[in-house]
């Protein structure tokens, strides 16, 4: 049986790699000829079994449990990952064995005795290459790398973390907000320094005033307690200056702060921490009713502000001098545009709706650090001479690069990225040269996510050009090679590369036609990676890094359940646009039973869209949208043709596209979707009068969009924990695209589905789950009651008691696409 499976894969591979590249093929040709026609192949089914919509919405063990989170161990010959148990939310963590370019091993479950040895996916490494360090259920543990040995050199309830290797052979750590560094050959533990969110004690002063003077030289008690005070401080003050025993480390750094990032130097002398006023994400938020509680009563659930409620801050950088226990607050007047008016003719346009005028004057900006997950705001060189910070303003204008002159005392930008519409929150990595005081970084300001390098006093040059992205950077120990993620050859199709920090030559390491993700062995001779088809969950491969080097896969979990499943592979076709000269990609279900060319009966057709706006889904890879991939299966298997579209604001296709929908969301998405019906009508032999729509959470609000501003479009749509009005939405991912709704209201009312709900004609069905803390189920029940008053007929809501925004129970997911399926089975 294992070797069936094993067989059955290698085949299902080998067929779906031919179908990507005729299809890949097919996409290129097309554009080069601006026809934007795909050629239609067989369908790729894995066995004979129909998928049943009860199995497409069962729980996801069923699919096989594929490798998560996995990382190199320090050998740089171990591959550690973690799988999740069958039935159990809990994750068994395995390693397996790899030589220099194929697997020495199988998998083997790591026992949970010996998980504490298996290293980290975020360890770190000693300047000299010996040692290994990272923490494990927050304690911290050294490997010595040559022969393997483990020294756990803290066992505590606290948390370590943050660890460092500072220039001194030292290893630094954070508890809450106080920094120690180990002497790892005395093993003794140091202070580096505790700061403290509040004001720095007041020392005991004389009485100064009329009243406390007497009162001093009338009551004993009191002159006596004042003694024993001053006493009590002269003597600490004492015993610092004459033992050097004790840790006098003590920074303090405001009443009423928050510390949102420390970064210290690898000297181990200065460190960079940023501030700023106490406030929580539920600051001002609204409450979330639990009907479905653990013990019967209705629960009041703390939920997130709205975008409306949300009030522009700005954060403090601070220089700390350890040595001189001196700290100073940077400014930012010294970054440039820091006081631009930068929303200047946004402000102009709804004064001027308001019959008002607006003048524009300049003002110091709300500025804060730039957090991008799994990346550092603040790099320090390998020297510790020089810093910089990725900072943003709040209005979302702009983000700067800047390092800091010890000496002066002030922030000096070294680069400025602006954009009109809004700086996007991926793409951001950067960091500094391990030999030289050279930044690298990435920049949207050709277009396209692309990598630059900026010496300290020099100019920037741009390694990488061209109508791809780059994304995910690593930068070689000897500084030669940046190597990336990128879509170079086409839209949807994901390789890794590298490129030469000298020529700017760029090589292709991997050729795997599909999405691939990547890690660097520690000794930098291998690639990790993850690596997904259209028809096939991901899996773990490894290969040498060297220009299209063959890849060895590690794992194969893909259960024969999902093998034997007949499934549809969708073609990614290019539909040409009407506003625009780049095509629209999207991936397109054909019926089993279709014929290319085919005439007579009409066909059904189904447009699916995707979520969070800012998402690919019409690429080569799985998708994590993989129930509504055997959805659309099941759809084509019916006679439907299903297709799912790449609509402007989609991410992947460069920075046009992705402002595109800049304070007018759901314009020129439903445009996209019409040109999507047009293609199907003209190429896929479709029933323009029987075209259907539905998605969730984004695609949830374009399906309101498409039925209220352009009714004749969709005979029928079903819209999924759907947003209905975004000043109900949070303001990190809102206010990007439509601004603060106090500065631009015409954006916000433009752009609500609820504002057009008198444009609905045909049949909407409104799937909402009611523990939804992302968009709140509010904005289903404020829609319904304006559809009401409409006196609107022909919409239904189902809900969902106990479900978030992702749905968790398998009951809930039949119940949503049962009733989606019968929406298009009696509409169209």
């Known amino acids: 049986m294992i070797k069936q499976s094993i067989l059955s894969i290698a085949v299902a591979s080998s067929l779906l790699l031919t179908g990507c590249q005729t299809t890949h093929q097919a996409a290129q040709s097309s554009e080069k000829k601006q026809t934007f026609q795909s050629v239609v192949t067989t369908p790729v089914d894995f066995g004979g079994e129909n998928i049943t919509l009860e199995q497409a919405m069962a729980h996801p063990d069923w699919l096989g449990r594929q490798p998560q989170s996995a990382f190199w161990a320090a050998d740089s010959k171990t591959i550690v990952f973690n799988r999740k148990q069958q039935g159990s939310e809990l994750r068994d963590t395995f390693s397996v064995e790899v030589g220099a370019t194929n697997a020495k091993s199988n998998p083997n479950q790591v026992l949970l005795s010996q998980l504490h040895t298996m290293g980290s996916h975020d360890a770190i490494y000693s300047n000299d290459g010996k040692y290994q360090a990272y923490t494990f259920e927050g304690n911290i543990f050294l490997k010595t790398i040559a022969t393997g040995a483990i020294t756990q050199l803290t066992h505590s309830s606290e948390r370590e973390s943050s660890l460092q290797f500072l220039l001194s052979g030292e290893l630094a750590y954070r ?453 509504e991939f055997m959805f659309h299966s099941l759809l084509a298997s019916e006679g439907y043709v299903v297709m799912d579209m790449d609509y402007r604001a989609s991410k992947g296709y460069g920075r046009d596209w992705r402002t595109a929908i800049y304070r007018h969301m759901g314009k020129p998405e439903v445009e996209d979707l019409a040109d999507g019906v047009k293609w199907m009508v003209d190429n896929a032999n479709v029933d323009q009068q029987a075209v259907g729509t539905y998605g969730g959470s984004y695609g949830g609000f374009m399906t309101f969009m498409a039925l209220f501003t352009q009714p004749d479009l969709f005979k029928a749509g079903a819209a999924i924990r759907p947003v209905t009005d975004w000043a109900y939405y949070n303001r990190g991912y809102t206010s990007n695209i439509l601004n603060h709704p106090d500065v631009d209201p015409i954006a916000y009312e433009r752009s609500s589905p609820i504002y057009f709900a008198e444009g609905l004609k045909n049949e909407l069905l409104i799937n909402a789950p009611m523990l939804d803390d992302n968009v709140f189920f509010q904005d289903v029940v404020r829609l319904v009651q304006r559809l009401i008053e409409l006196e609107k007929t022909g919409f239904e809501t189902a809900i969902y008691p106990v479900e978030p925004h992702g749905f968790r129970q398998p009951s809930s997911w039949l119940d949503e696409y049962r009733r989606i399926h019968k929406l298009f089975k009696e509409n169209l």
């Not at 790099?379 to 700067?400: C, F, I, P, Y």
């Open 175 to 627: 508890i809450d907000n106080t920094l120690y560094k180990i002497n790892l050959a005395t093993g003794r533990t140091q202070e580096i320094v505790k700061l403290h969110l509040s004001d720095k004690p007041a020392d005991v002063k004389e009485p100064s005033t009329y009243i406390a003077k007497e009162q001093h030289k009338l009551i004993e008690f009191v002159a006596l307690q004042h003694k024993n005070k001053l006493d009590k401080q002269t003597r600490a003050e004492q015993l610092k200056q004459q033992n050097s025993t004790l840790a006098d480390n003590q920074i303090y750094l405001g009443k009423g702060k928050q510390l949102f990032e420390i970064s210290l130097s690898p000297k181990g002398d200065k460190l960079v921490a940023v501030i700023g006023d106490k406030r929580s994400w539920r600051d001002e938020g609204d409450i979330m009713p639990n009907y479905v509680s653990q013990d019967g009563h209705i629960e009041s659930v703390p939920a997130r502000r709205k975008v409306a409620d949300a009030k522009s801050h700005s954060s403090e950088v601070i220089f700390i001098d350890l040595l001189a226990q001196s700290q100073t607050t940077l400014a930012y007047d010294t970054l440039p545009g820091f006081d631009e008016d930068v929303l200047a003719s946004v402000k102009e346009e709804n004064a001027a709706r308001e019959g008002k005028t607006y003048e524009s004057k300049k003002q110091a900006r709300d500025i804060n650090l730039l957090q991008q997950r799994g990346s550092d705001a603040v790099q320090w060189n390998s020297t510790g001479e020089q810093v910089a910070l990725m900072l943003e303003a709040w209005d979302n204008k702009d983000r700067w690069i800047a390092t800091i002159d010890f000496e002066g005392q002030k922030l000096v930008s070294q680069h400025r990225l602006h954009d009109d519409a809004w700086i996007n929150y991926a793409h951001n990595d950067f960091g500094w040269f391990n030999n030289s005081d050279t930044l690298y970084y990435l920049s949207e300001q050709s277009g396209y996510s692309h990598i630059y390098t900026k010496p300290l006093q020099g100019k920037a040059k741009q390694l990488t050009k061209g109508q791809y992205v780059v994304s995910d950077l690593t930068l070689s120990k000897d500084d030669n090679h940046i190597y990336f993620k990128a879509n170079v050859e086409h839209p949807g199709l994901y390789e890794i590369y590298r490129v030469s920090t000298q020529t700017g030559q760029r090589e292709q390491l991997t050729n795997l036609d599909g999405m691939t993700d990547y890690s660097l062995s520690p000794d930098e001779t291998k690639l990790l990676l993850t690596h997904s088809k259209i028809m096939m969950p991901q899996e773990l491969y490894v290969s040498s890094v060297a220009p299209n080097a063959a890849a060895t896969r590690l794992t194969n979990t893909v259960s024969e359940a999902f093998l034997n499943k007949k499934l549809i592979a969708p073609k990614i076709v290019a539909v040409p646009s009407s506003h625009g000269d780049q095509p629209v990609y999207a991936k397109v279900y054909y019926p089993a039973d279709y014929v290319e060319g085919e005439t007579g009966k009409k066909r059904k057709a189904v447009i699916f869209n995707h979520g969070a706006g800012y998402l690919q889904n019409s690429h080569m890879g799985w998708s994590v949208y993989f129930r």
